[in-house]
C-alpha cells in the first residue's frame, strides 16, 4: 500500500505541474471563449488535482510512511509543505480572475480583459511554478536525509 500511494502523490504531483503548464501556454495565446472555456476547465482540474494531492500527501504522512513526528521534525518537509501552503495561496489569484470570465463566456462573449491582467496572471503562475520546483527540491533533500 505504501508503493501504490507514493507512485499516486508523485503522480499528482506531476498532474499539477501539467495543469499549470497548460495554464501558462494558454494565457500566451489570444483570448478566445475556447481557451476562456479551457482555462477554466483545466483551474478547475488544477484545483481539484492539489486537494487530492494533499490529503493523499496527510494519508502518506500518517498512515503509510514514517509517521507524523518524523516528518515535523524534518525541516525539509515543512519547508516543502510551506511552499505548497504559498503555491496554494497563490493560486487563489488567478482562480479568481478566470472566475470573473464565466459570466462573458456563458452570454457568448470573450471576456475584456487587460492585457497588465494576462501579464500579472503569467507573473503569478511562473512563481507557482517555480515553487513547485522547489518543492522537488525540497522532496529531493527530504528523501536524501533530514535537512535540520
Not at 501558462?24 to 483570448?31: A, G, K, N, S
Not at 482562480?95 to 470573473?100: D, I, N, Q, R, S
Request: proline share 2%; no cysteine.
Amino acid at each position: 500500500m505504501t508503493v501504490t500511494f507514493a507512485f499516486l502523490h508523485h503522480l499528482l504531483f506531476v498532474a499539477l505541474f501539467v495543469t499549470l503548464s497548460i495554464e501558462m501556454v494558454l494565457l500566451r495565446q489570444t483570448l478566445t471563449i475556447e481557451n476562456t472555456r479551457r482555462l477554466l476547465a483545466v483551474d478547475g482540474i488544477y484545483g481539484a488535482t492539489a486537494g487530492a494531492l494533499l490529503v493523499v500527501g496527510f494519508l502518506r504522512v500518517f498512515f503509510f510512511e514514517k509517521g507524523f513526528a518524523y516528518y515535523w521534525a524534518s525541516h525539509a518537509f515543512l519547508t516543502k509543505f510551506g511552499i505548497f501552503v504559498l503555491v496554494g495561496i497563490l493560486s487563489i489569484i488567478p482562480t479568481v480572475e478566470f472566475l470573473k470570465w464565466r459570466k462573458s463566456v456563458r452570454e457568448g462573449k470573450v471576456p475584456d480583459v487587460a492585457p497588465a491582467t494576462i501579464q500579472k496572471l503569467r507573473k503569478i503562475i511562473h512563481w507557482e511554478l517555480t515553487g513547485l520546483a522547489l518543492i522537488l527540491f525540497f522532496a529531493a533533500w527530504m528523501a536524501k536525509g533530514r535537512f535540520y
